[in-house]
């Protein structure tokens, strides 16, 4: 009773808004381009076709950028009603009072909908049992390898261990026109805090725990030592920056690269061979990072923006709203059921192991969420991951050089937060 109270109250509420909201509508701030944006604004159109006031794609050009945008919108109170943000962002953003927890529009949300849900997203976005921001695009990591080199080499499968997957590289590393130069590896790579990370936590590992960074250990160690072996011991693999390494694996130079679930929609076309998606390879526990960002709502918007924004997030939770996202994007379907849509088993279907994939979900977690981490990944990536990969620094002095640095951005983070709580008491 008390809840079906709670939701004609709230119904009264968003029908009286909606009515009071003027004819503009309401601005979403994102970074999703190319492609993927033209899937979005698809979407924002069938709801605009439905409802009114219009939701607005607003689109920031990259991550970097959007950050810059909100952080700035924020600091001149002139915030935007809804944006994507990434986990570290709205812990930061939260602290400082900026959000409004989604937690208050629960009763918009039916239960079915909410436990479909995949559970590491909801955990994901979780602040002290607070549900303040919500899922928007995930993605999962995966490996992308060529079959009909794996036929050639005679490799049945996709290598299921990090170990496997050292003598599968090492296998199909070859100079194939006997010239002396190797012209076949069997991976290559980018700097990749996402890669180090899914690997540090199958080995039980972290980064930040509490008032401590956890770099200097024998788990890091082990882990970004594998990573340097692959490039430096074992000649299997080569270091590259940006999309080179999809690059090269799309002109067959490469046999397996580590990519977002999400690339497939970007190399599809590319691809002259038989294309094979797995899981990625584990340590003994099948473990993986969740990428990509969720949706916050922002202090400062008027009661019938926001209401908005909630009606297009349960818009696009509809089960044929999330095929067509899914199947458009890339990105994993936030329900679990949608796995069983018509459109989605389709897609499956159609590309070998794209299930398995993002089944990966069932064994899913996600990135310090930590403000500290809002600078702290970029300094793991140049300071502790970087200068080891190009044998720049031992793979211990580069680990002790992000330690030193995590350790000094996390103490005046810290006292940051002392200070702001102080200002809070005093008033």
């Not at 698809?42 to 050009?61: D, E, F």
């Not at 949706?295 to 095929?323: D, H, M, N, W, Y």
Request: net charge neutral; proline share 6%; glycine share 6%.
């Amino acid at each position: 009773m008390k809840r079906t109270a709670l939701l004609f109250v709230v119904f009264v509420l968003f029908t009286a808004s909606c009515q009071r909201h003027g004819p503009s509508g309401v601005p979403f701030w994102h970074a999703m381009g190319g492609p993927l944006g033209d899937v979005l604004d698809s979407i924002i159109t069938l709801y605009n076709q439905a409802h009114s006031p219009p939701i607005l794609s607003v689109k920031m050009g990259n991550y970097a950028t959007l950050s810059q945008k909100i952080m700035g919108a924020v600091a001149s109170n002139k915030p935007p009603v809804m944006a994507q943000v990434y986990e570290s962002w709205a812990a930061e953003l939260l602290e400082n009072n900026k959000l409004v927890p989604i937690q208050e529009f629960l009763p918009f949300f039916e239960d079915s909908v909410l436990e479909d849900i995949w559970p590491p997203l909801i955990e994901d976005n979780l602040f002290d049992s607070t549900l303040v921001s919500f899922p928007f695009n995930k993605s999962v990591p995966v490996f992308y390898y060529n079959q009909d080199l794996f036929e050639e080499f005679g490799i049945d499968s996709f290598p299921k261990t990090w170990e496997e997957f050292r003598e599968v590289c090492k296998k199909l590393t070859v100079d194939r026109d006997g010239d002396g130069t190797i012209d076949l590896y069997g991976t290559a790579f980018p700097v990749s805090v996402w890669w180090f990370l899914t690997m540090l936590y199958q080995k039980g590992g972290s980064v930040i725990r509490g008032d401590s960074i956890y770099l200097d250990t024998p788990e890091a160690r082990e882990v970004l030592q594998y990573l340097v072996d692959l490039i430096y011991k074992d000649s299997c693999a080569y270091l590259t920056t940006g999309f080179r390494h999809q690059d090269d694996f799309a002109t067959g130079r490469v046999a397996m690269v580590w990519g977002t679930i999400v690339s497939y929609s970007f190399m599809k076309q590319k691809i002259r061979f038989r294309l094979g998606v797995a899981p990625v390879p584990n340590f003994g526990e099948p473990k993986v990072v969740v990428s990509g960002t969720n949706v916050a709502l922002f202090k400062g918007a008027t009661p019938e923006e926001l209401q908005t924004a909630v009606s297009f997030l349960r818009f696009f939770l509809k089960p044929e709203i999330q095929a067509i996202w899914s199947t458009g994007t890339g990105y994993i379907p936030l329900r679990r059921s949608v796995l069983n849509h018509p459109k989605m088993q389709a897609f499956l279907q159609q590309v070998p192991g794209m299930r398995e994939a993002i089944l990966q979900l069932e064994h899913a977690t996600f990135e310090p969420r930590d403000p500290v981490w809002f600078t702290g990944r970029r300094y793991l990536a140049t300071e502790g991951l970087e200068p080891a990969l190009r044998g720049v620094l031992s793979v211990e002095a580069s680990l002790k050089r992000a330690q030193k640095f995590l350790e000094t951005e996390l103490k005046r983070r810290r006292r940051m937060e002392r200070a702001l709580a102080e200002r809070k008491g005093a008033h």
